[in-house]
């Protein structure tokens, strides 16, 4: 018996010794440095010969013009009866929504001249002597938008409150229900729809359609159980459910930075771990410190010289790194590639790949915003679906 409670503490104390030195392991990884590095990625279809367009405001589907709910929702206990969080004008107003919001993607881009749908439906509106008329204008291509379709699910439901309460006398605990919270749950889906025609030969140059859900519960009242009576108590005072449009506007603002990606080069921001330094050198300490406050100029002079003085690889490596984070990726390359080759070390080779791939991407985003390149031009229409809370 003595021996066997003699190993239990032995295990104890080893399980906590490993418990201690995994959380410190966790802790050191969380420190570790790292630096935020941007490259300017290409659009997914070249557009870099279609500058300037007209973007028409963003219609609605038949069904989706006609659809509102006649439901209302009941809570029988109470006897609160809500009408839908669905306004007759939801629909016009996603429509509007959609319209601003894919508008301002395109207008803020920097990349296209942008004629805004307060003037290109007129011109649509005119037939071919409108389309006569937008070439004039200097107008390549003609953006179309529609809600394809608005959906929403409402509904009442209910939840026990529920305590733990432990008897004094046996010492045992127990699960009561104390109450009911009572909630209007809604689920809201939209799916937008974009195509971009050549005005010229109305070839589709990008086309993509986006689904997305967004779905919320609104606690409305409260009973509170008081022995063998309860007590009510309203937290939502309106004759309506919530309005759905701020869930409507929220999934079409969602969508825009995928379509961003597909239209226009646009920066992508990553994070980048240092070389840990290793073997230790004193002289690179501060400079560890100075990249994680953001001073990354003077953090790449010390790395820097340290490499030049001594060929310590983490200095030379993480000076790569400083360099890229400033922006100038092509010094970044060359002086990666000379760490590399000198040291052999497979993660500056890691690096370089990285760094290189990036130089790629980079260059061709430069080309299609100089109108250069004819890679990546794509009628491929594509479906997303985008879920969210």
């Keep these: 018996m003595v021996s066997y409670q003699k190993s239990e503490v032995c295990m104890r104390k080893k399980s906590g010794c490993v418990a201690v030195l995994a959380s410190l392991a966790i802790v050191l990884a969380s420190c570790q440095s790292t630096v935020t590095v941007k490259h300017l990625m290409p659009a997914t279809v070249n557009m870099g010969s279609y500058r300037t367009i007209a973007v028409a405001s963003t219609d609605l589907s038949a069904s989706t013009l006609s659809f509102y709910p006649t439901w209302s929702i009941s809570f029988d206990d109470f006897g609160?009866?809500?009408?839908?969080?669905?306004?007759?004008?939801?629909?016009?107003?996603?429509a509007v929504i959609a319209t601003d919001s894919f508008t301002k993607t395109m207008q803020e881009s920097g990349f296209f001249t942008v004629l805004p749908p307060s003037e290109t439906d007129k011109y649509l509106a005119l037939g071919d002597d409108g389309l006569a008329l937008l070439k004039q204008k200097g107008v390549k291509a003609i953006v179309t938008s529609s809600i394809s379709y608005l959906d929403l699910d409402e509904e009442p439901y209910s939840e026990d409150i529920v305590e733990y309460r432990t008897n004094p006398t046996t010492k045992t605990t127990s699960k009561c229900v104390v109450g009911r919270k009572y909630y209007i749950?809604?689920?809201?889906?939209?799916?937008?729809?974009?195509?971009?025609?050549?005005?010229e030969s109305g070839t589709i140059l990008a086309s993509d359609t986006f689904t997305g859900k967004r779905s919320r519960e609104t606690e409305v009242a409260r009973r509170v159980f008081k022995g063998n009576s309860f007590v009510d108590e309203k937290l939502y005072s309106f004759a309506y459910a919530p309005s759905v449009t701020d869930m409507i506007s929220s999934i079409l603002d969602g969508f825009q930075e995928k379509i961003a990606r597909k239209l226009m080069p646009s920066w992508q921001y990553s994070s980048v771990a240092l070389m840990d330094n290793k073997p230790k050198n004193a002289n690179v300490k501060d400079a560890y410190r100075l990249a994680d406050s953001g001073k990354?100029?003077?953090?790449?002079?010390?790395?820097?010289?340290?490499?030049?003085?001594?060929?310590?690889?983490p200095s030379g490596y993480n000076a790569a790194l400083m360099l890229e984070a400033m922006g100038n990726l092509s010094d970044a390359v060359t002086l990666m590639h000379q760490v590399a080759n000198e040291s052999g070390d497979g993660k500056a080779y890691t690096a370089l790949s990285r760094m290189l791939s990036a130089q790629k991407e980079q260059e061709e985003a430069q080309n299609q915003i100089q109108g250069t390149s004819h890679d990546g031009e794509s009628g491929v229409t594509t479906t997303q679906i985008i879920t969210g809370n």
Aim: glycine content about 4%.
């Design 296 to 313: 990354i100029e003077e953090a790449y002079r010390v790395f820097v010289a340290e490499w030049e003085n001594s060929g310590h690889v």
């Design 185 to 199: 749950s809604q689920k809201v889906t939209v799916s937008f729809t974009y195509l971009v025609r050549d005005i």
């Design 80 to 94: 609160y009866h809500f009408s839908s969080g669905y306004e007759r004008n939801s629909a016009t107003r996603a």
